[in-house]
């Protein structure tokens, strides 16, 4: 039961007690020196409580223990506490100032939560783990120590702290988790140290103001979309043991202008570069042997490809409209082109085919390439159908100009279609015997 002057609305917390047993009003709680632990829900929702004084001893703050105690302005944990358990400051709205003491291990899911107006956070040396969300949503917490001791930041720990400005990873972090510091608008340097290992999903997505990122040597996964959106970022520096880039890991990373892929890869993986505008060349090493669907789609500057030999696969929409791509080559391993792989690279005038490409060429692989001279073909057999190349309108202009070399004695058929924007493509098809008719009928096709 509550103890104390209620008239001025305070009471004396012992061990045991529980919501029911606290006054809706209170304003202060002091803690019985023996009270080891503070009940899950003990001060829920006490809207009125502006001050806690905890006792040397305690060891465990429960579950929600004072979520939405929106006048709380200043809590310190004496160095007895081990546990801060999930949602305890949930909401705390104007709590400004918390002192974590050394001597505590976890914080765990969505502690402080929503507390929009603590500024600066340290965590002892003891934590060593971050939970789930634990400081999500500070959105004006400025200042975050990670100290040496820490290993794991779990997923949306930091997401939506909008006003920090710079962060430290220490190097005892193994993992950063999904989400981690997303959205923190305003988050300008990222400092990571040797000793991380994997950087989760969307880690640091959008967050618009940072410019540069290192990877230490440690790193051997970026997580899908971990710096996707990060519209300011300049220069990013890989590692030599990265294995894994996750999907859409540098996706819309507009003002991004190169890029070293590591010999490490095997995959591009879907949109990893995807609109990446202002990047300008890429190298993709004889490691790789796929670039995925939207792989470096709308990098509207990309002015030069370079492909080692290793390549087997282009996926679907991996070039789609990148306009400033003025040539292409292909290494010998490349078996299959897929769908629309280079549509709307307005630019590009040369594309040389493997002699490895036996396979597919996807459907509308080259659609509106309306400046596209003259294309290379390798000995191409049957299995090679729907090659689609665009040009202006006026097919037999853009006929004329276009060689086709090495052709096999394998049937051909070409046929014509319009497209709505009025340019003209052109199917071929590898069937069956090519008839003396069609060889007359596209004998401004030149072969070899």
């Known amino acids: ?34 009270a080891t632990s503070i009940e899950a829900k003990a001060f829920l929702n006490c809207h009125n409580l502006k001050e806690v004084v905890l006792n040397v001893g305690l060891i465990i703050i429960g579950e929600e223990a004072f979520r939405g105690c929106n006048l709380l302005e200043r809590i310190k944990l004496p160095s007895t ?19 974590l003491n050394e001597g505590l291990q976890t914080i765990e899911d969505f502690a402080f939560h929503r507390c929009k107006s603590l500024a600066i956070i340290k965590l002892p040396s003891t934590v060593t783990e971050v939970g789930r969300g634990a400081f999500s949503e500070c959105i004006d917490l400025e200042e975050v120590l990670l100290i040496e001791g820490l290993k794991i930041i779990g997923e949306y720990a930091f997401s939506e702290c909008l006003s920090i400005t710079i962060i430290k990873i220490p190097s005892t972090v193994t993992e950063i988790g999904d989400d981690a510091f997303r959205y923190c608008e305003d988050l300008e340097e990222v400092v990571l140290n040797e000793g991380l290992s994997i950087i989760g999903r969307n880690a640091f997505e959008d967050c618009s103001s940072l410019t540069i990122i290192k990877l230490p040597s440690t790193v051997i996964e970026v997580g899908s979309g971990a710096f996707g959106g990060c519209t300011d970022l300049k220069k990013v520096e890989l590692n030599e043991v990265l294995q894994r880039i996750g999907w859409g890991a540098f996706g819309q990373c507009k003002s991004l202008t190169s890029i070293t892929i590591p010999s490490t890869l095997t995959v591009i993986e879907d949109h990893v570069f995807f ?10 090493p004889s490691t790789v042997h796929e670039v995925g669907d939207y792989g470096f789609a709308c990098c509207f500057n990309l002015k030069e490809v370079v492909i080692d030999e290793g390549l087997e696969r282009i996926g679907r929409r991996a070039f789609l409209n990148c306009c400033s791509l003025e040539s292409i080559r292909l290494p010998s391993n490349v078996t299959e082109i897929r769908r629309e792989a280079f549509r709307g690279c307005g630019s590009l005038k040369d594309v040389s085919l493997s002699e490895g490409l036996q396979s597919i060429i996807g459907f509308s692989a080259f659609r509106r390439c309306s400046s596209l001279e003259n294309v290379k073909f390798p ?39 319009a497209i709505n924007d009025g340019s003209w493509c052109m199917y071929l098809s590898l069937l069956a015997r090519a008839s003396a008719l069609l060889r007359l009928l596209f004998s401004s096709l030149i072969f070899s």
């Open 1 to 34: 039961m509550p103890v104390g002057d209620l008239d001025e609305k305070v009471i004396f917390y012992k061990e045991g007690m529980q919501r029911r047993d606290i006054p809706n009003d209170v304003t202060k709680v002091v803690f019985d020196p023996t």
């Open 81 to 99: 506490v081990t546990q801060v358990h999930k949602e305890a400051f949930f909401s705390c709205s104007k709590l400004k100032e918390v002192v």
């Open 275 to 284: 609109k990446c505008e202002s990047l300008t060349s890429i190298k993709i």
């Open 379 to 417: 000995s191409i057999s049957n299995r090679v159908k729907n090659l689609l190349w665009a040009g202006h309108p006026g097919i037999q202009g853009k006929l004329a100009s276009m060689q086709l070399f090495e052709w096999r004695e394998d049937d051909l058929l070409v046929s014509t279609e």
